[in-house]
């Protein structure tokens, strides 16, 4: 199961929600740059590596980072950098994934969430846990953190850069990986807002 198809699963979500890291796009067999970023990314002393990009739309783009050996069928840690460069503002973004997380708690009682705002810098950090279960009926417990700011889009219009970090854990091992995640959990999002935000340049 792809991490998209994790967090579509059951929301319902379209594009036209302009909810960042929740749209299911097809998978292409290679990865290509789209925001003059590096191959490589460095977060938290571990180094991540350009394994899946999108431009589904005109103004949105997205691209998924992991370690060496792992998939994004089946990883363990990720780090994802999505642009939306017109039409949505940080406030927006955020708004909408916590109305999707609120209506998620209906069928998914693993759902756990936090809001830090940045005054000094008006950034936003959510994360949130999230469960479900593959194809063969394990648990995949799944948590986020999305570090939210604001982006000067196309002729200066209002966008949303996200800087995201994702880990999982998955059938047996789900209980432990709650307990390790209880202890890394503060660690984790301090190094996300401490971490120096790309510089991205979206190109077609």
């Known amino acids: 199961m792809t991490r998209r198809a994790f967090i579509l699963g059951g929301a319902g979500l379209v594009f036209t929600h302009i909810i960042l890291g929740d749209l299911g796009v097809a998978r292409s067999d290679t990865a290509v740059d789209r925001l003059s970023l590096p191959e490589s990314i460095e977060f938290n002393g571990e180094s991540y590596r350009l394994s899946w990009s999108s431009h589904p739309k005109p ?33 927006d973004a955020v708004a909408a994934k916590v109305s999707m997380l609120n209506k998620r708690k209906s069928t998914d009682p693993t759902v756990n969430f936090a809001v830090v705002k940045n005054p000094k810098n008006n950034e936003i950090i959510l994360d949130f846990i999230l469960n479900a279960e593959d194809p063969k009926g394990d648990d995949i417990v799944e948590w986020n953190a999305y570090r939210y700011a604001a982006l000067k889009g196309k ?9 995201g970090i994702s880990r999982r854990g998955y059938g047996d091992d789900a209980t432990d990986f709650l307990r390790r995640l209880k202890l890394a959990r503060p660690a984790e999002v301090n190094a996300l807002a401490a971490y120096p935000l790309p510089v991205v340049r979206p190109v077609e």
């Open 155 to 163: 002729g200066g219009a209002s966008g949303v850069l996200l800087f």
């Open 59 to 91: 103004d949105y783009y997205k691209q998924e980072y992991l370690p060496s050996g792992q998939t994004s069928e089946r990883f363990q840690r990720m780090v994802l950098i999505e642009a939306i460069v017109r039409g949505v503002d940080i406030n």
